[in-house]
């Protein structure tokens, strides 16, 4: 889209490739070796997009095939760049919110199909390109990545909404180490001699999370349904904020069938009629659930806090054998939102070393 015109659906013109399906990275959890056979890049938490670029036109595709172009006109200042070459991009639609990656703020205009202007200049996305697949006439999938790599960078694709970040040969373990410091999301490693497979997941790409831990206290039991009835559908929890238990958010993944049941009988006992919590629990969280006495501590993985204090992607790891605290995880003292909005007294580790990990 370019002066607010669409160019023709992928395959449509006979000169330009048809619609092309994102390859897909393997879920890993170390990265591979021997590293320098690898490229590594930051993973940005994005919408994943193929961009379709042609005689000033600009089509945004999602990984399911449905056109995204409208939704973020922000992007059409990409068609200006390429003036009129003709291309095929893959990469992300991320929102930066103090120059981090914020998915609350993406999804915002995730929602709108065609964002008001309020929208557009309130969560501003920016296109992440990280590789290419077709320029002016050459098909680039059968490449190697590290060719690829190098036509996308010579291209010179810059601007206030679009950007090529950098691929790092060789430096997955420093790549990653910053993606932990800075708070991302994980990194994608991929082989430096791997094709482009559209449509196909394959182990040439790699992508690790990086998963936060914590001591969560369990509040609520919200009943399983369909498979999972009679089962925990998910539990409700919190962070021990002095005498009270601030509300966190729903564990509803990570659970084996016995662990489900040593859960429901260490639970039954603690019963009780009210919601534990000191904080407010959203409606739809609350429906049909189960209040018990804030006892069972458990520790979870999650992605990242919501700005609402909200646990991001929880799954359950296990009981914890210990009394009422958070405990210290593995990417440092990241402390819950509503306690850090709330100290006035200095560090709140310091203040509230429950609420903190």
């Not at 919408?47 to 095939?65: E, F, K, Q």
Request: aromatic residues 8%.
């Amino acid at each position: 889209m370019r002066d607010g015109r669409l160019m023709p659906a992928p395959g449509e013109s006979a000169d330009f490739p048809a619609l092309i399906p994102p390859m897909l990275a393997v879920p890993a959890r170390e990265l591979p070796a021997p590293e320098a056979e690898w490229a590594a890049e930051f993973k940005w938490d994005g919408v994943r997009a193929v961009a379709y670029v042609s005689a000033g036109g600009l089509r945004l595709v999602s990984r399911n095939g449905r056109d995204m172009t409208r939704a973020y006109p922000e992007l059409a200042e990409l068609a200006g760049q390429a003036g009129e070459r003709r291309m095929v991009l893959d990469g992300e639609i991320v929102v930066f919110a103090r120059g981090r990656p914020s998915f609350a703020g993406l999804q915002r205009r995730m929602l709108a199909r065609e964002p008001a202007p309020y929208l557009v200049a309130a969560f501003a996305v920016t296109y992440l390109v990280f590789d290419i697949m077709y320029l002016d006439g050459q098909q680039l999938a059968a490449r190697p990545y590290a060719d690829r790599r190098a036509i996308l960078e010579a291209l010179g694709l810059a601007s206030g909404h679009v950007h090529v970040p950098p691929s790092f040969p060789g430096g997955g373990r420093a790549v990653r180490a910053v993606s932990i410091q800075q708070g991302l999301e994980g990194v994608v490693v991929k082989r430096l001699d791997s094709p482009y497979l559209p449509g196909r997941r394959s182990a040439s790409w790699l992508k690790i999370k990086n998963r936060r831990v914590a001591d969560v206290t369990v509040g609520g039991i919200s009943p399983g349904q369909g498979e999972r009835a009679g089962q925990i559908g998910s539990l409700l929890v919190g962070v021990p904020a002095g005498p009270g238990l601030v509300y966190a958010g729903r564990v509803g993944t990570g659970f084996t069938r016995p662990e489900m049941g040593l859960l429901l009988a260490r639970l039954a006992p603690l019963r009780r009629d009210s919601p534990p919590f000191t904080t407010p629990v959203p409606a739809a969280h609350a429906r049909n659930v189960i209040w018990v006495q804030p006892q069972l501590v458990i520790e979870v993985t999650f992605a990242e806090w919501t700005p609402g204090g909200i646990l991001r992607a929880a799954a359950y790891r296990g009981m914890k054998a210990g009394g009422n605290r958070a405990g210290a995880g593995p990417l440092g003292l990241v402390c819950h939102p509503w306690l850090r909005r709330r100290s006035r007294s200095g560090p709140v580790w310091r203040a509230t070393p429950a609420g903190c990990w």
